[in-house]
């Protein structure tokens, strides 16, 4: 993150950003980042994760959790308990963002 902070730091002129700061440049910059690998995992296309979405993620990871186990990740990562995860949820870009390293952005 720190390292994805500078590069938008460093390849903006003083003042480019006007009233977005690097820290909301940085974020613009991770989603447009993780946004395909969301995209990947969102098998029905309708910009939230289920339980299944996740799960696969985990899968691609290399990562088998029990089903209770999965449940229990599931929930604490569904911040606003609708039973899906979508794009804007802090947890999701992260969960993504792990994805991305892991897979070495194939």
């Known amino acids: ?3 994805l902070v500078k590069d938008v730091d460093d390849s903006a002129a003083p003042g480019a950003y006007g009233t977005v700061g690097v820290a909301d440049a ?4 991770i989603g447009d980042i ?5 995209n990947r995992f969102d ?8 339980i299944q979405e996740v799960e696969n993620v985990f899968r691609d990871l ?7 186990k999965m449940q229990i990740i599931f929930n ?6 609708s039973g899906e ?3 804007e949820e802090r ?4 969960l993504l963002l792990l994805a991305v390293r892991s897979s070495g952005g194939r």
């Open 34 to 38: 993780v946004r395909p690998f969301f």
């Open 62 to 68: 290399g990562e088998h959790p029990t089903p209770d």
């Open 1 to 3: 993150m720190a390292d």
């Open 26 to 29: 940085a974020k613009v910059k």
């Open 91 to 94: 947890v999701a870009r992260r």
């Open 43 to 50: 098998r029905d296309k309708n910009g939230k994760l289920d």
């Open 76 to 81: 604490e990562l569904d911040a606003d308990k």
């Open 85 to 87: 995860i979508d794009f």
